[in-house]
């Protein structure tokens, strides 16, 4: 379907779409996501389609409040309640047994179903003017660099969507951590915007984090190679990678460093060394890098605890493997 996509801030245009049972893309605190109502199956393959995404891939459900879990989720431990209470609205997405009013397409056939309250005043206010929850991946072609602004979404997705409501710049840059749990423990799927730390700090005990690729991941997000710019990229030391490949032009995404090498153009994510600061701006370097004239994309690793982890598995994920 064609459409002539309209970019504003307004919530109530944003429903009357969703009510229509098209798709929307909105503005969440971790990356931009491609809405469309969680209840109406019709209305999700329309995500899948826009998205190019293989449908073996389930959707996050993304819900007003904290009560509203109670609507879509059975047995919730009492841990994923502690969690909930502490993190939500935030970038920390549950996985929890789903009741049947959820589509088998969003769940992709699990008997869990991902739940979130982002952080978000637009897409909280949306969420308010609707009687239905918003399944929602992040709002980029699959496999591709999640958008963290409006102009992003427009870039990949104009003309395949009718609305996209505009809230600004990501403030966390990266996507939700994905946490389940199993046998009553704690398990991390999906490194994210809220640190392991955080978690172990909010339960008082360990957590598991399993993000290691399997042949049929739990949750794609697992999937070896994801959030991929289409130039090559390469993690490491940049200035031995740098000296090494003797590219035309190189792109370089440094942590805290200025690297003035020649035939370099680098971006710095954070020149105070802050790993927040550094996330919010990950994604928007790589995208920027991809869509210049180097030939290849080198990164630094970040340090190696708290959000930097989120970020270096994204790093990895999106680089060639060496
Ligand atoms: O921050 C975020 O999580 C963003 C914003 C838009 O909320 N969303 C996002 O969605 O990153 P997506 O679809 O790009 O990534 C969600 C990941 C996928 O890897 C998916 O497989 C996994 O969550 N997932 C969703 N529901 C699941 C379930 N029931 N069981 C296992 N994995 C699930
Ligand atoms: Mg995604």
């Known amino acids: ?97 789903k009741k049947n009013n959820i589509p ?31 399944a929602a ?3 980029n072609p699959f496999g591709y660099i999640s958008p963290t602004t409006a102009e992003h979404v427009h870039d990949q997705l104009g003309g395949k969507i009718p609305y996209i409501l505009d809230g600004g710049p990501c403030r966390v840059g990266i996507e939700s951590t994905i946490a389940g749990f199993e046998y009553g423990h704690c398990t991390v799927y999906r490194e994210g915007g809220i640190t392991t730390e955080q978690l172990e700090a909010a339960l008082g005990k360990p957590v598991t984090v399993k993000r290691t690729a399997v042949p049929h991941p739990v949750t794609p997000g697992m999937l070896e190679s994801h959030y991929a710019p289409r130039t090559p990229m390469y993690v490491g030391d940049v200035e031995a990678l740098a000296r090494d490949f003797q590219y035309k032009l190189v792109g370089i995404i440094s942590f805290q460093k200025e690297y003035t090498l020649p035939n370099t153009e680098c971006i710095v994510l954070s020149t105070s060394g802050n790993l927040e600061e550094a996330a919010m701006h990950l994604f928007a370097a790589m995208r920027e890098l991809d869509g210049g004239h180097a030939d290849v994309i080198l990164a630094e690793h970040m340090p190696d605890a708290g959000l930097g982890r989120a970020i270096n598995d994204r790093l990895r994920r999106a680089s060639v493997k060496i």
Do not use: C
């Open 1 to 97: 379907m064609e459409f002539q996509t309209h970019t504003g801030t307004s919530p109530e245009k944003a429903a009357v779409w969703l009510h229509k049972g098209e798709t929307t893309a909105i503005p969440t605190e971790t990356v931009y996501g491609l809405a469309a109502n969680a209840l109406d199956a019709e209305a999700v393959v329309k995500i899948f389609s826009v998205k190019n995404r293989p449908t073996f891939d389930p959707l996050i459900v993304h819900i007003k409040s904290i009560e509203a879990m109670d609507d879509y989720a059975d047995d919730i431990p009492d841990e994923a309640r502690l969690l909930a209470n502490t993190f939500w609205p935030g970038p920390l997405t549950l996985l929890l047994k």
């Open 104 to 134: 088998d397409l969003v769940t992709s056939g699990l008997d869990t179903v991902g739940l979130r309250m982002p952080a978000h005043p637009l897409t909280l206010q949306l969420l308010h003017l609707l009687d239905f929850p918003l």
């Open 137 to 139: 991946p992040s709002a």
